[in-house]
């Protein structure tokens, strides 16, 4: 299964952006999604998930800034992003489930977009 990211790019600090993941010729159903981002000499570390029925859960950093949806019609996977601070900068890469149920766990995930870059500088 190939997940095939886009959006991302540069923005200032305060400003905002939208990722998004799209699972082409695969059902959504029962599939949880989560995102996930690495910075430079860091590792991959947890953004957001959010569960086949809707239920989501943020990273305490990104909490009341960013948001995970999901349109499983059209097999679209969302994060908004808002009020980016220089610290939210890297590569940030969309992942799917096999499971229903959400996880924070990198390990939980079988199938993995291509990543994209967002960097925030001013």
């Known amino acids: 299964v190939q997940l095939v990211q886009s959006g991302g790019g540069l923005v200032q600090p305060g400003g905002s952006l939208r990722l998004s993941c799209v699972a082409p010729g695969r059902t959504m159903s029962n599939s949880a999604m989560g995102w996930f981002r690495q910075a430079p000499g860091k590792e991959r570390e947890f953004v957001a998930t959010i569960s086949w029925l809707g239920y989501a859960e943020h990273a305490d950093s990104v909490k009341g800034r960013f948001t995970i949806s999901r349109d499983n019609a059209e097999k679209m996977t969302y994060l908004e992003m808002n009020n980016l601070k220089p610290e939210d900068t890297g590569v940030y890469y969309c992942?799917?489930?096999?499971?229903?149920?959400?996880?924070?766990?990198?390990?939980?995930?079988?199938?993995w977009g291509q990543g994209t870059q967002v960097t925030v500088s001013s």
């Open positions: 992942a799917l489930r096999s499971s229903g149920d959400y996880s924070i766990m990198a390990q939980d995930y079988a199938y």
